[in-house]
């Protein structure tokens, strides 16, 4: 099991930008999809974005042209930068750790977009 520590999380204006950030920690490991599902109130968790080992990306339909995932410069790790933020895009954002055998998840980090 990875532990996993999010970051980047906040308050933004709609039409701004925010930066997450996940860091696995726990092993190395070559085979694994790691990314973000968001989870607003009153809705089901969705897929934001996932990266599969690390090179190939997925996209929620909402976020497609918005938000870019790409692999952070320690270990295994991501970043999601996303831009053109609208108030939809409010929730809480869960970090995801896959591979064929385990699904871990971050505690999550708040967004909240204002209109």
């Known amino acids: 099991q990875v532990q996993l520590v999010e970051s980047g999380g906040g308050l933004v204006q709609a039409g701004g930008s925010l930066r997450l950030s996940c860091v696995a920690s726990g092993g190395i490991l070559r085979f694994y999809t790691m990314g973000w599902y968001r989870q607003a109130p009153g809705k089901q968790r969705e897929l934001v974005a996932t990266?599969?080992?690390?090179?190939?990306?997925n996209y929620g339909d909402s976020v497609k042209g918005r938000f870019t995932i790409s692999r952070g410069s320690r270990g295994m790790s991501v970043n999601l930068q996303m831009n053109s933020l609208k108030p939809d895009d409010t929730g809480v954002y869960y970090c995801n750790f896959q591979t064929p055998s385990s699904n871990d998840w971050g505690l999550g980090t708040q967004v909240t977009v204002s209109s």
């Open positions: 990266l599969a080992n690390g090179q190939r990306t």
